[in-house]
């Protein structure tokens, strides 16, 4: 079965700063999806970015960037010029790509805490 | 973007009572919703998966009769908890994928549902 390890429980970072959240997987699958996840107080969650194991370029998103290291099995998140809206819980999720159609589950990690100071 | 809904946003009930919790694609047909369970700063665990029009997988260690689930449409899943008592209380999410979606596509969340059970 597939593992999802966020070794960081709670980050800060200042605003405007950059910020690296870490993320490591294991899994026997050659083919998958790596997403980061947003929650903010609401709780509501938000895709921030995807990356594609297939693919050797990392993923962008306006300020956001992964780090996608598939020989080390690591996919960190690179947030710059943080904002306080920035500020949530963020998590690092893992999809197997053998089941199309949808039914293929996210596999989460336990979440990093991100604070954004003023 | 596309819209999942949860219905009730917050639901109060007695121990041993069953509530309803309702989970609708508003502007999409899915083929599979997912529900899943959050403690406080805690991450997600998956409940079960349900695909329209069969019966729902549960995660180990879920029970299938305390957590009914009904996916009757394309558009409506339903988590039952039944019976419930106090440490059924909980924040409760679904999430839902498109019809004939990808691995790698976007699973779109509810906004949840919180759960108390004096």
């Known amino acids: 079965a597939q593992t999802v390890t966020q070794s960081q429980p709670e980050m800060s970072v200042q605003e405007a700063e950059t910020v690296t959240l870490s993320c490591t997987y294991d899994?026997?699958?050659?083919?998958?999806?790596l997403f980061w996840y947003k929650q903010p107080p609401s709780r509501q969650m938000i895709l921030v970015i995807r990356q594609e194991a297939y693919k050797q370029q990392n993923a962008t998103e306006n300020r956001f960037s992964v780090n996608f290291q598939k020989a080390a099995k690591s996919f960190s998140l690179k947030i710059s010029d943080s904002q306080l809206g920035d500020a949530a819980m963020y998590f690092c999720a893992y999809r197997s790509a053998w089941d199309w159609g949808g039914s293929e589950k996210l596999v989460f990690g336990k979440g990093t805490k991100l604070t954004v100071n003023p | 973007g596309a819209v999942v809904s949860q219905h009730p946003s917050r639901v109060i009930c007695k121990s041993g009572t069953s509530v309803k919790i309702e989970c609708r694609s508003l502007?999409?047909?899915?083929?599979?919703m997912f529900w899943y369970r959050q403690f406080p700063k805690q991450s997600l665990m998956l409940m079960a998966t349900s695909n329209e029009g069969s019966k729902a997988t549960y995660e180990q260690g879920v029970e299938k009769d305390k957590f009914l689930i009904n996916h009757a449409s394309l558009t409506l899943s339903t988590l039952t908890v039944t019976s419930a008592h106090p440490e059924d209380s909980s924040f409760y999410i679904c999430s839902a994928s498109a019809l004939r979606g990808a691995p790698g596509d976007e699973q779109f969340f509810g906004p949840g549902t919180r759960l108390t059970v004096l």
């Open positions: 502007d999409f047909q899915a083929t599979t």
């Open positions: 899994t026997s699958e050659s083919d998958y999806y």
